[in-house]
Nanobody
Framework: QVQLVESGGGLVQAGGSLRLSCAES????????MGWFRQAPGKERDFVAA????????YYADSVKGRFTISRDNAKNTVYLQMNSLKPEDTAVYYC????????????????WGQGTQVTVSS
């Protein structure tokens, strides 16, 4: 099976930065596109960013483009989300996910999910 573990969340002030990591283990021989999603209490799980297996194609939600950068290091089976210029509205639990298909913004397209890591941005 595939396991995904997020790390790097924490508390930062508005305007600060965090880098989230997602480590994949298990059947890592399978080529996975990866995505980052986030969910605030009482809200739906929203798309943040996605990246193809090669890293050559990336997608971002309008709310984060220009501020967040998704990347991956396949040799380390790790995907990253660099978050700059953080805003209080970025506060959420951030989840990474893997899909055997192409990278998309739809939660239903993803086959595996991590447990989430909390990001809190104070004003």
């Amino acid at each position: 099976q595939v396991q995904l573990v997020e790390s790097g969340g924490g508390l930062v002030q508005a305007g600060g930065s965090l880098r989230l990591s997602c480590a994949e283990s298990g059947r890592t021989f399978t080529s996975h596109a990866m995505g980052w999603f986030r969910q605030a209490p009482g809200k739906e799980r929203d798309f943040v960013a996605a990246i193809s297996w090669s890293g050559g194609v990336t997608y971002y939600a309008d709310s984060v483009k220009g501020r967040f950068t998704i990347s991956r290091d396949n040799a380390k089976n790790t995907v990253y989300l660099q978050m700059n210029s953080l805003k209080p509205e970025d506060t959420a639990v951030y989840y990474c996910a893997a899909t055997t298909g192409p990278p998309t913004s739809d939660t239903y397209d993803y086959d595996y999910w991590g447990q989430g890591t909390q990001v809190t941005v104070s004003s």
